[in-house]
């Protein structure tokens, strides 16, 4: 059962009106959507989007007029949107990362504490299989790879073992490339400096890579905005120090006014509107408490931002 991390934190940040438009751009077991549409009132509408075949037949599932389900990744937002005949809206809620079914499911391969097949495909109807892309990779890119989005430091030394272990037998289960990485790293060194599975980054690395999750977040960002009403609400959950960092970025990217010099005789609204400002940041960056850590352990490494469309400068 998936439990929505930060999930009225979320909708109480996202500032639903009655009459709004809202998308949840990663549906997966409903959670925020459910939330989401007891605040709509009849006019209200709010469109779901998820890559995950199984996230959109449990999504199917719910009879509401209000609301509807598509099958896209964050970058085809806008053109869903617009194939709806959706020219604005007033919130965006983005929940990153994996979700508990798909972690949990053993043939989905998200995970090494369970055997299962090396899939990692977020949307199992398309795309390269890690089992497949382990096949074929070259040492240097999969040690690129793990380094870069596992930000692993035996990344070399994990791309040699993998690829020495591929000559003898190809890796197409979970267990077999967790056994390896942690054969190649693991020790009591390792041990006290992490209480992490030594195989946890290299699983993280790969999947980030196979799904382009920060292509696809870098694409949806600058989407949110100019699809969002002045005033409407991005809303972002990220569980990865990548993510988080690209969200807060982009926000403090649009939030600027720095291309202007100090102290020129101008109001805050001039400002804003001789800028290329499209963003206020709302408060500070969120974390969960201790009882939802204590709760759901998976809650513990999300960051929650926000930022508001400006009424100004379009």
């Known amino acids: 059962m998936h439990v929505s991390v930060l999930l009225r934190e979320a909708i109480a940040a996202l500032a639903i009106k009655p009459k709004g438009i809202y998308v949840d751009a990663t549906f997966g077991r409903g959670g925020h959507s459910r939330l989401i549409l007891s605040q709509l009132g009849e006019q209200g509408r709010l469109i779901a989007l998820d890559r995950d075949p199984e996230a959109i037949t449990a999504g199917e599932a719910i009879d509401d007029k209000r609301f509807c389900i598509r099958h896209s990744g964050f ?53 390269q299989t890690a089992a497949a892309w382990l ?49 190649t790293v693991y020790s009591q060194q390792r041990q006290r400096e992490d209480t992490k599975h030594p195989a ?26 100019d699809m969002l009403n002045p005033g409407g609400r991005l809303v972002v959950i990220s569980f990865h ?21 100090r102290g020129l005789p101008l109001r805050e609204r001039e400002l804003q509107q001789l800028s290329k400002q499209t963003l206020r940041v709302i408060g500070k960056a969120k974390r969960p408490d201790a009882s939802e850590v204590a709760n759901n352990v998976r809650a513990r490494s999300a960051v929650m931002r926000v930022a508001e469309r400006l009424h100004l400068n379009g």
């Open 75 to 127: 970058s085809g937002m806008k053109l869903i949107l617009q194939g709806l005949g959706v020219a604005k809206v007033d919130g965006v809620l983005l929940d990153l990362g994996v979700s508990s079914p798909q972690l949990e499911e053993a043939s989905r391969g998200f995970s090494f504490r369970t055997a299962g097949a090396l899939d990692m495909r977020m949307d199992t109807s398309s795309g």
């Open 135 to 183: 096949a074929t990779v070259t040492e240097e890119q999969l040690a690129e790879v793990i380094k870069t989005y596992g930000e692993e430091r035996f990344a070399k030394r994990i791309a040699r073992a993998i690829v020495k272990a591929r000559t003898q037998q190809l890796i197409v289960t979970t267990t077999q490339l967790a056994e390896i990485v942690a054969a």
């Open 200 to 225: 946890t980054r290299t699983f993280q690395a790969i999947r980030i890579y196979l799904n382009r999750e920060l292509e696809e977040l870098s694409l949806v960002l600058p989407q949110s905005v």
């Open 241 to 261: 120090s990548l993510e988080d960092r690209i969200v807060k970025q982009f926000m403090r990217s649009a939030a600027s006014t720095d291309e202007f010099p």
